[in-house]
């Protein structure tokens, strides 16, 4: 460490001195340019002067991040923009880990009424990188049974990272009473098909069951166990059904399992006296169970979520539940949520903890999450507004805030795909008549294609 920081140093002091001489000796020019040429190769994209937050690494100061061949290259103070191909100027904004949502839709297509293939889901590069998110997770779409359609048309042609749950429903959630339907629950080509994508499968889902019975839950779980992979579950009409949530956690989850819905209030997760969490909540907790916010359109209220928040019930995952009725309404987007427990009095390296690194381990992608040298480059630049704001609930609750987050870049190993204010162009006449946009090896804002890794 010590030897790469004596030559970074030198080689900053020696800067000044060439950009002097390149005005003054055509000779020092010429060899300017050839240092230059082999500096610029050092790195392939340069963000300066940002305040990096990287909860993971315990880091909140001003550094610069470099990026090479797509992953972290150096976090350090005062890297010349000469070592890179291209440089940005970060200064007062907040670099941070590419956002991080494990609760999407994102299995879009024709079918009427569906999430699995149908209008109900949504586009995965429609949202996910004008919010600063690098990797979604969808969430229980899809089932064995349609997943490979998912993966060819969706998953292998977006710039956004997208993994899945895959639903214990061999249709996954398909339109009418298709989750109710038991028999297709089966575990063994739920198992083969989890195993076949495993990475890009990140775990198991159930979803939106109002049986009586535990047929999806134990059927999840026998998934889960065999691919040691995460089951999630939302926990449909369980009220009605009478199954509770100390049966789900002490019988059928294993720590590391996953809770939809902490604070959608409907199926259990208060106490009727106090309003904190309940005893089926805490005993979770304690046995390892994670709780993620999956907002939804109706999903997160201020009612549970205050007073949770009060008795120190955290959210593991902040995540946004984004399908086309949660997308305009007191949901949004990723930012908006994390806004909103900003507004609740979350500290803000707490809630990029919880949207960046604690989710990348929860779908077991621990490489992901944070800005360690030699991680993928995944990286949002988000602005900290000052102003008038409010946050609401699906029932028309408000919170009052003077501050939000907004997505001014994001990256996603190590390309650029999303660039809100022109950080990464030029004024228009200063650019040759040929240009064509910035170097392939760091510009993936144009056109259309697979993601960025291939
Ligand atoms: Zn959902």
């Given amino acids: 460490m010590a030897v790469v920081a004596v030559a970074m140093t030198m080689r900053e002091r020696r800067a000044p001195f060439m950009r002097r001489s390149v005005l003054a000796f055509p000779v020092a020019a010429a060899l300017a340019c050839v240092v230059a040429a082999q500096n610029a190769s050092e790195y392939d994209f340069l963000i300066k002067g ?8 315990k880091l909140d100061g001003v550094r610069d991040v470099a990026i090479k061949d797509g992953r972290i290259a150096s976090i350090a103070a005062n890297i010349a923009p000469t070592r890179a191909l291209k440089a940005v100027d970060a200064t007062g904004l907040i670099v941070t880990p590419g956002l991080i949502d494990i609760h999407v839709h994102a299995f879009f297509g024709g079918e009427n009424d569906s999430y699995a293939g149908g209008g109900w889901s949504i586009d995965p590069d429609s949202f996910a ?117 100390e049966e789900l956690f002490t019988k059928h989850f294993r720590a590391g399992d996953i809770y939809s819905h902490m604070y959608g209030g409907r199926r259990g997760e208060q106490d009727q006296k106090t309003n904190g969490p309940s005893e089926g909540m805490i005993e979770g907790r304690r046995r390892g169970v994670l709780f993620d916010v999956a907002h939804g359109g109706a999903s997160f209220m201020y009612r549970t979520a205050v007073p949770l928040l009060k008795a120190g019930f955290l959210p593991d995952s902040i995540s946004t539940d984004l399908h086309t009725s949660s997308m305009n309404s007191a949901m949004k987007d990723m930012l908006n949520v994390m806004g909103k427990f ?19 381990k929860m779908i077991q992608l621990p490489e992901l999450g944070h800005l360690s040298v030699g991680a993928p480059a995944d990286v949002a630049v988000l602005r900290l507004q000052k102003g008038r704001f409010g946050f609401t609930d699906p029932v028309g ?24 204010n022109g950080m990464i162009a030029q004024p228009w006449e200063t650019l040759p008549s040929d240009a064509r946009g910035g170097d392939p090896k760091w510009d993936f804002t144009r056109g259309h294609g697979r993601r960025p890794g291939r």
């Avoid at 940002?50 to 690494?57: I, Y």
């Avoid at 899809?142 to 292998?156: A, H, L, P, T, V």
């Avoid at 098909?193 to 049986?211: L, Q």
Wanted: one cysteine or more.
């Fill in 50 to 57: 940002g305040r990096v937050v990287d909860p993971q690494n």
């Fill in 342 to 360: 900003m507004a609740m009095g979350m500290p803000l390296e707490q809630v990029l903890l919880r949207s960046t690194s604690v989710p990348a």
């Fill in 129 to 245: 990188p004008a919010s600063c998110v690098t990797t979604i997770t969808d969430a229980g779409s899809s089932g064995w049974r349609n997943f490979e359609s998912f993966k060819d048309r969706i998953i292998d042609r977006s710039k956004t990272r997208v993994t899945a749950f895959l639903n214990i429903v061999g249709g996954g959630m398909g339109a009418g009473s298709i989750e109710q339907n038991t028999q297709d629950m089966e575990v063994k080509p739920t198992a083969d098909m989890a195993a076949k994508y495993k990475g890009v499968i990140v775990g198991i889902k159930s979803a939106h069951y109002n049986g009586k019975d535990w047929i999806p839950y134990e059927r999840a779980s026998e998934v889960g166990r065999a691919l040691k992979v995460p089951v999630m579950v939302d926990f449909g009409g369980n009220v009605e059904a009478g199954r509770t949530l």
């Fill in 397 to 420: 609750g408000l919170i009052r805030a003077a501050q939000r987050l907004s997505c001014e870049m994001t990256v996603r190993e190590g390309k650029v795909i999303y660039d809100l």
